[in-house]
């Protein structure tokens, strides 16, 4: 096998001068392995970036695994990269850099830039390429029309190691193409206008579920190749579905082979293990600061936009970037040069990730999990804020879930845990979670949080879906939720899918998709999610009963629909609102229908307006409300 070849470069000076600034943004085409052609030569360029390191070789099956074989040079800018070109090595080479830290340590490091891995539990990188012959295109063309805030967004949350697995060998994995044929047409027949994976990056641990990524550049060969992953996102697109992925921009783990002391020295981590190690997750925390992995982390996210044509970024974390002092005790971090807890560091980079990527790809959609009250998440930079295009409604999800599990007795005297996130509904673009991270560690499935017999929980999480649904704000619904799974999430096993042969799980499928029908079909619901122009309250007061009656508008006034929701198992019937305009209503959407498992009753006749002052508005009707259900209503006549 030849030796490393000195001379050739994919890296230009401009290059090197951007990746010092923390600017380059486009680092996968320059670093980790190009299979290229020098002098006629098939072989495969190594660039990588360790700057403490006295050598640095690329070891593999093709050179029986040696350590000084092929060394590669170090450049003369000193910028830290070690690059060579070896002839005759070729896509599906599997190989780690031998590097000789300053200490003396011989570490065997896997390629931070690699675009495939092998399978864990072993641990190597391989020489593999992005090129796929997109066939997307008319999907690509057009996504804005599927992606804006003014659209119907309505997000499957998916992981790909548990939504189904192999009937007939439960341990095996689903390979990309096979969840493609299965889920592809699923989250079609569903409605959802989106899918968002958890971390499909590399990772060694799978009870990590996607979030201690060792290989940011790469889709997990668990499930295939990165072109199988291509495959399934283009897929996804031909049937007008968008992809998000989450993102992992917080911390990442210590396993060996991974950028945790990649050179022998703290070089992706801050070296303040005040600021770079996470006591939560027992993991390593970024060094915000330092140029060239601002670059890093910013090239990660275009890639994953560009070569894989993501529609969005769902970026984990977020609150425990922004703050100095997350799950931290006093005297255990240092504030800033100002004497706050605020990361200064994370909080430009937050900034300038979304300007990059707002400016290089103005379709797609960055959304912030972000838990705290932090101003102008999802505000422009130019007006101070950090650019994300939407932010988790924690709040809704926590008060709301909290609602929902009180006995309905109780509910009366705890109207304002359901009303109260319209306080703040306008202040962030947010997206309403019913997330994984709230079906597991024993906080019960979403159904089984919900009190009462059978038939009751089952009418409750319909309510609650329909609530979500019609509330301000974009909507994200973790597998499994969507049929009632009545056991917590199990990240090793495949969903429940034969409870779908019981009438409450049908039904509460059902139920969600004619929800998501719903979503689409009525602009009201969505065109202006982030404005109060788009949401008035008819009455929160009565408590007694427990019912809340609101409206949602569209920009057209005409696409006003009017919601009512009856918090007990009480029927309610000629119970009289008041209503936006005169005319009749039309019952479009009742939580309690027969084919969601629910009891039927509902406003099967139009609803005409009577001259009754009601709510402090002139016009009013009479509407039945069925037991533990919601009634969705449009003026037809006016």
Known sequence: MSKPVWGYSRLTEFDIYLFR????SRLYEKLGSHVVEVNGVVGTYFAVWAPSARQVAVMGNFNGWNRESHALFVRWDSSGIWEGFIPHVGRGEVYKYAIAAQNGRQLEKGDPFALMWETPPQTASIVWDTWYEWKDKSWMNTRHNHNGLDKPISVYEVHLGSWQRDSEDPKRNL????????????VKEMGFTHIEFMPVMEHPYAPSWGYQITGYFAPSSRFGTPQEFMALVERLH??????????VPSHFPYDAHGLYMFDGSHLYEHPDMRKGYHPDWKSYIFNYGRNEVRAFLLSNALF??????????????????LY???????????????GGRENLEAISLFKELNEIVYKEFPDVQTVAEESTAFPGVSRPVFTGGLGFGMKWMMGWMNDTLRYFQRDAFYRRWHQDEITFSTVYAFTENFMLPLSHDEVVYGKKSLVGKMPGDEWQRFANLRLLFT????????????MGGEFGQTSEWNFAASLEWHLLEFAPHKGMKECVKALNGLYRSEPALYELNFSAEGFEWIDTTDRENSIIVY?????????????????TPIPRQNYRIGVPTEGTWTEIFNSDRTE???????????????????????????????PLGAVVLKATTV
């Not at 600034?21 to 380059?24: S, T």
């Not at 990309?176 to 889920?183: K, N, Q």
Request: glycine letters at 10%; a neutral charge; aromatic letters at 12%.
């Open 21 to 24: 600034a923390g600017k380059h």
């Open 175 to 186: 390979t990309y193409g096979e969840i493609a044929d299965r889920l592809v047409p699923y």
């Open 238 to 247: 031909c049937e007008g579905i968008g992809v998000y992925l989450d993102w």
């Open 304 to 321: 994953w936009l560009d070569r894989f044509h993501v529609d969005g970024l769902r970026v984990d974390a977020v609150a425990s970037m």
């Open 324 to 338: 100095l002092d997350y799950s931290r005790n006093h005297g255990e971090w240092e504030p800033n040069v100002f």
């Open 467 to 478: 609530y979500m649904f019609t509330h301000p704000g974009t909507k994200l619904l973790f």
């Open 551 to 567: 409206t949602r508008r569209g920009k057209n006034p005409q696409d006003s629909v009017l919601i009512v929701m009856n918090m």
């Open 596 to 626: 969601f498992h629910g009891s039927g009753m509902g406003n099967p006749a139009p609803l005409a307006t009577e001259k009754e002052k009601w709510h402090g508005r002139p016009d009013s009707l009479r509407v039945t409300i069925p």
